[in-house]
């Protein structure tokens, strides 16, 4: 596989490892087909060879080979770096042979017959993860540049419009409204912005307008001086005058109340404050960065947020949208915060826990209402309370049990088992292939690939129909006898 860091978006490499030559034409066609460059061998040991010489994004192979098995393929793919990933192709599959597969590492497990294009959905999967990831490291290069304790981990297309916004709009010095539901990162969007801007050797300074009583937050805006009011023991500089030459952000500035708006307006309008119990005008130079989760307009509509102070805010938007809807990005934070927070990685050790598979797949299957807070918080919980001897964190340890969560826990009413689904796709194919050959079974089991015995017994266990609209006269071929 090529460098992520550096590689352009290609064709998908692939190396198919297949000794049935009927099989390896017509899903090497599919494969090609589908725009991605395909390696054909039909021998184990030539795959093994292949892997040793040049890498590769994906291999298809079959466990029965002359020279080496399929899961030697699979193993020599996954010890590469990164790791290659595997698609397992047999004819004669067993669920303890598909659960070895997965054991060490295949990304899926078909049984013959299926149809090529199951295949083919599953290496464009393949191909639509790594593209991500591809983007993803891309991101992850911009974002190295900012200043420790910033990061902005993700690489979802959702938040690559972000990233762009974020370097657009950190060019110029307008005011800045970053709307979005809470626990998204709206101040860490805000830090981003005056870490690129020319502000950034100047202060930022937060102020969550929703944490104090009127009262107090117009002091903590504008200050106040001795004696203002009661307790009022000496002067105090307002957030605004320690933000000077850098950057205020206003979290919560829907819940402004009106009297601090008129404030707040005046000094966006004039770039003067005066603080509570003085008359003396204060220039200030401050960009200002604010925050809502809830639609400013709504407000205005609402009569309860001023229609001029939202245009003096809302000059450039930023939505940031919920975690619900940032593909991939549940993983990625979840290793950063594991990372971030598992106390072998602390200590200078490798990381202690780990998540299974399945149980990431659940993550992000989960609504996250509380957004990337709720996901940091969790993971926070789950290494807290662990068991001293676990190196897994399980889906339970991670997600409240709340009403939500346990109904996506619960299976659903009917759940098929991986011998239904293999049985359903095998019967397809024959049904597809009898209907191709008008019912020939010396002919479909030629274009099987198996012999006409095999195939006479998976029609009789399927119960599958041979005539497909002849009449009793015309049926019982002699070759179609039971041989």
């Known amino acids: 596989m090529k460098n992520l860091e550096t590689a352009e978006i290609a064709a998908l490499q692939v190396l198919l490892a297949e000794d049935e030559r009927t099989i390896a034409v017509t899903l090497r066609d599919a494969l090609e087909s589908a725009g991605h460059a395909v390696t054909a061998l039909a021998d184990g040991r030539q795959a093994l060879e292949a892997l040793a010489k040049r890498a590769f994004d994906v291999v298809v192979t079959d466990v029965r080979m002359p020279g080496a098995s399929g899961l030697d393929v699979l193993k020599a793919a996954r010890a590469q770096n990164p790791p290659c990933e595997v698609l397992v192709i047999t004819g004669y599959g067993t669920i303890e042979q598909a659960v070895e597969a997965m054991r060490l590492g295949a990304f899926s497990y078909l049984q013959k017959p299926f149809l090529n294009e199951a295949v083919v959905s599953m290496v464009g999967e393949i191909d639509r993860r790594r593209n991500l990831e591809i983007e993803n490291r891309r991101l992850a290069g911009d974002l190295a540049k900012r200043p420790a304790g910033d990061e902005l981990i993700a690489g979802s297309p959702a938040m690559a419009e972000v990233f762009k916004r974020i370097d657009a709009v950190a060019k110029s010095d307008v005011s800045v409204l970053i709307v979005g539901e809470s626990g998204t990162g709206k101040e860490r969007i805000a830090r981003a912005v005056h870490n690129k801007s020319k502000r950034a050797s100047m202060p930022f300074v937060p102020l969550s307008c929703a944490a104090l009583a009127e009262t107090l937050l117009e002091s903590e805006l504008f200050g106040h001086e001795k004696g203002a009011f009661t307790d009022a023991h000496r002067e105090k500089r307002g957030r605004f005058e320690l ?117 990431y797949a659940w993550l992000e299957k989960y609504s996250w209402p509380g957004n990337v807070r709720e996901l940091e918080h969790a993971v926070q919980r789950a290494i807290a309370l662990a068991p001293e001897n676990a190196t897994y964190l399980r889906r339970e340890h991670l997600v409240p049990m709340s009403s939500e969560y346990r109904s996506a826990l619960e299976p659903p009413e009917k759940v098929s088992s991986l011998r239904e689904v293999l049985n359903a796709a095998e019967r397809g194919h024959l049904e597809r292939v009898l209907k191709l050959t008008l019912g020939r079974r010396l002919q479909a089991a030629d274009l099987l690939g198996i012999s006409r015995k095999v195939l006479w017994e998976k029609i009789r266990d399927h119960g599958i129909d041979t005539t497909f609209g002849k009449s009793p006269g015309q049926a019982g071929e002699p070759e179609d006898e039971e041989p």
């Open 243 to 359: 933000a000077q030459g850098g950057t205020i952000f206003l979290d919560d500035v829907d819940d402004l109340a009106l009297s601090t708006q008129v404030k707040l307006l005046r000094v966006l309008q004039e770039r003067t404050l005066e603080r509570l119990g003085s008359e003396k005008s204060i220039r200030v130079d401050v960009r200002v960065i604010a925050a809502t989760k809830v639609p400013l307009d709504r407000r205005v509509r609402e009569g309860r947020f001023r229609e001029d102070l939202y245009y003096r805010l809302n000059v450039v938007p930023i939505v940031v949208p919920p975690l619900r809807e940032r593909e991939g990005d549940v993983r990625r934070l979840t290793d950063h915060f594991l990372s971030k927070y598992d106390t072998g990685r602390r200590t200078g050790s490798e990381r202690r826990f780990q998540i299974y598979e399945e149980d």
